[in-house]
C-alpha cells in the first residue's frame, strides 16, 4: 500500500485559526481559569498550541479515550484508556478534540463530564467533519470544518504515524502498481 500526504491546512492556517480560537475563549471567560481537558493522544499538539497563545489562565487535565485503533473509520466503540485526572465539580472544562468524527467519543465524554458537575463545560476541536455524524453532537469552538476524508498531522495519526507533521493532511492509500 502507497501512502501520500496532500496538504489540507498548511502550518501558517493551523496556528493563525488557533490564535482566533485562544482570543475567543479568552473573551468568554476573562478572569476565571479554565480547565483544559486534553483528550490523548491526538489533541496534545492542538491543547499545547491553544494554550499558548491563551491569555485566560489555563490548568491542563488529561485522559485517554479512542475508537479508531489503527483504523481509517471508528470502530463504533469507545474505549476509555484513562479517566479524567483532575476533579471537574465546580470547574470550567474545556473538552479539546483533535477531531469530531462520527460524535461518538465526544458524546461519551461530555455525557461522562456534565454529570460530574462541573460549572461549566464546553467542546473545542480542531476539526469537524459533520458530513460523518452518527451522534447528535455540536462543537462550541471549531478550528475547521472538513469533508469527508481520513486527515493525519498536528496530532491525528494513522496506525501512530504521521502525528509529528506540523500541518494537517488528506492521507491517501493506493495500491502499489507491481
Same mark, same amino acid.
Given at each position: 500500500m502507497k501512502e501520500e500526504c496532500k496538504?489540507?491546512?498548511?502550518?501558517?492556517?493551523?496556528v493563525a485559526r488557533i490564535k482566533e480560537i *485562544? *482570543?475567543?475563549?479568552?473573551?468568554?471567560?476573562?478572569?476565571?481559569t479554565v480547565y483544559l481537558?486534553?483528550?490523548?493522544?491526538?489533541?496534545?499538539?492542538? =491543547?499545547?498550541?491553544?494554550a499558548r497563545h491563551m491569555k485566560t489562565p489555563v490548568k491542563f487535565g488529561f485522559m485517554s479515550v479512542s475508537s479508531y485503533g489503527d483504523r481509517l473509520t471508528s470502530s463504533g466503540a469507545v474505549t476509555m484508556n484513562g479517566d479524567v485526572d483532575f476533579n471537574v465539580a465546580g470547574k470550567n472544562v474545556l473538552i479539546i478534540e483533535d477531531i469530531i468524527d462520527s460524535g461518538r467519543t465526544i458524546s461519551y465524554i461530555s455525557k461522562m463530564i456534565a454529570k460530574r458537575d462541573p460549572a461549566t463545560w464546553k467542546?473545542? =476541536?480542531?476539526?469537524?467533519?459533520p458530513s460523518r455524524r452518527a451522534?447528535?453532537?455540536? *462543537?462550541?469552538?471549531?478550528?475547521?470544518?472538513?469533508?469527508?476524508?481520513?486527515?493525519?498531522?498536528?496530532?491525528?495519526?494513522?496506525?501512530?504515524r504521521y502525528r509529528n507533521l506540523p500541518y494537517v493532511a488528506e492521507l491517501i492509500l493506493t495500491e502499489d502498481p507491481e
Open positions: 496538504v489540507v491546512f498548511s502550518e501558517d492556517q493551523v *485562544a *482570543a475567543e475563549i479568552d473573551a468568554e471567560y476573562r478572569g476565571e481537558l486534553c483528550v490523548l493522544k491526538g489533541s496534545i499538539y492542538f =491543547t499545547c498550541e491553544l467542546i473545542c =476541536t480542531l476539526l469537524d467533519k451522534v447528535d453532537v455540536k *462543537a462550541d469552538y471549531v478550528g475547521f470544518e472538513i469533508p469527508d476524508m481520513f486527515v493525519v498531522g498536528y496530532g491525528l495519526d494513522y496506525a501512530q
